[in-house]
């Protein structure tokens, strides 16, 4: 199988990499090596040479994504919908991601793929229109929801993961201010690369929610690395309520799709945390 992954030098396109190159033959890159908003050639380009495209681009700055709607939508939506359309028409497997985002957060369990999406801000509107135009027109797409990504590549677009981050403050001696009142469950990019290998062999289609298991808030995820790493860090609680744009309180992802086929391996948000802490990141 020959595969393209559309940012493969990001975060999550680092770990796909690690994962699917010792068993398939994998390229991509991002707008150095093509830009995809070059659509039309770059399906010229694509074309007859690969049996997967995975894309990982995408307009991922919460707060930009306010004010420059249109590329957002033009990353998230519209880019997206037309490439999985030349995949199906052209029988190419195709793999997205999109987010946690997508829900208000009002629930107090977990979020299952069928639960109605209400975004709270333009990045999850943004991501939602683009998980309903790819499924409408490429009915085999895997579109997997993902949320709080880390790993040892930092997100491009960001210039930082939240691990990264904290690591950071701790070199510098600096004190953070961390939300305690918003929910979610941290996930490994390493496991989420996994979980594409597993399913890219098993003829599941729609959105498919991969996060890690359990659950907590960004301020106990923040103690759970300094715990780890027995950091000298102080780390201070926040409230969202001055954020803006505003983002779910609550954004837990059951992976109930994967557990319903019984192909869920994703593993426990602590677990792999301490795995990549003191395994993966020593590498
Ligand atoms: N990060 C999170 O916590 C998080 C949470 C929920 C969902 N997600 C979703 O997960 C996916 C991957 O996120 P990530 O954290 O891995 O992002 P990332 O590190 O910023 O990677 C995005 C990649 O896309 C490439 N790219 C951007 N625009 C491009 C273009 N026009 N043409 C070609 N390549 C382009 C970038 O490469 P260049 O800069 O070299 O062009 C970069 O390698 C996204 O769909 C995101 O919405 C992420």
């Given amino acids: 199988m020959r595969i393209y992954i ?19 033959k994998v390229d991509g890159g991002g707008r150095e090596t093509f830009d995809v908003r070059r659509v039309d050639e770059f399906l010229s380009f694509v074309k007859g040479k ?8 995408a307009y991922l700055d919460v ?16 880019l997206p919908s037309v490439i999985s359309k030349f995949c199906y028409d052209n029988r190419i497997k195709f793999f997205h991601f999109s987010t946690d985002y997508v829900f ?13 999406c209400d975004p709270l801000n333009n990045y999850g509107l943004s991501k939602y229109v683009g998980e ?26 960001k ?21 305690n009142d918003q929910f979610l469950t941290p996930t490994y990019t390493l496991n989420i690369a996994k979980q594409v290998e597993k399913l890219i062999d098993f003829d599941i289609s729609g959105i498919i929610h991969s996060t890690d ?32 744009p505003k983002r779910p309180k609550y954004s837990v992802l059951e992976n109930a799709v994967l557990k319903k086929n019984c192909i869920n391996i994703m593993r ?15 590498k």
């Avoid at 208000?104 to 109605?116: A, Q, S």
């Avoid at 309903?132 to 677009?157: F, Q, T, W």
């Avoid at 426990?268 to 990141?281: Q, R």
């Fill in 50 to 57: 690969y049996d997967l495209l995975i894309n990982c681009s």
């Fill in 213 to 244: 298991e359990g659950e907590t808030s960004w301020y106990d995820f923040a103690l759970e690395i300094k715990r780890v790493l027995k950091l000298d860090l102080k780390i201070e609680k926040r409230d969202s309520q001055d954020l803006f």
């Fill in 104 to 116: 208000d957060g009002r629930k107090k369990t977990p979020y299952v793929e069928v639960d109605r």
């Fill in 6 to 24: 559309i940012g493969k030098n990001g975060q999550l396109g680092f770990d796909l990499d690690r994962v699917l190159s010792k068993r398939f």
């Fill in 159 to 179: 210039g930082y993961n939240f691990v990264s981050f904290i690591l950071k403050k701790a070199e510098k001696r600096e004190k953070v201010q961390i939300v």
């Fill in 63 to 78: 707060v930009k994504s306010e004010k420059y709607i249109k590329d957002s939508f033009l990353m998230n939506a519209i």
């Fill in 268 to 282: 426990n948000w602590k677990e792999s945390l301490e795995y990549f802490l003191k395994v993966d990141l020593l």
């Fill in 132 to 157: 309903r135009m790819i499924l409408e027109n490429n009915p085999d797409a895997k579109i997997l929801r993902v949320s709080g990504l880390y790993g040892k590549r930092e997100s491009k677009s």
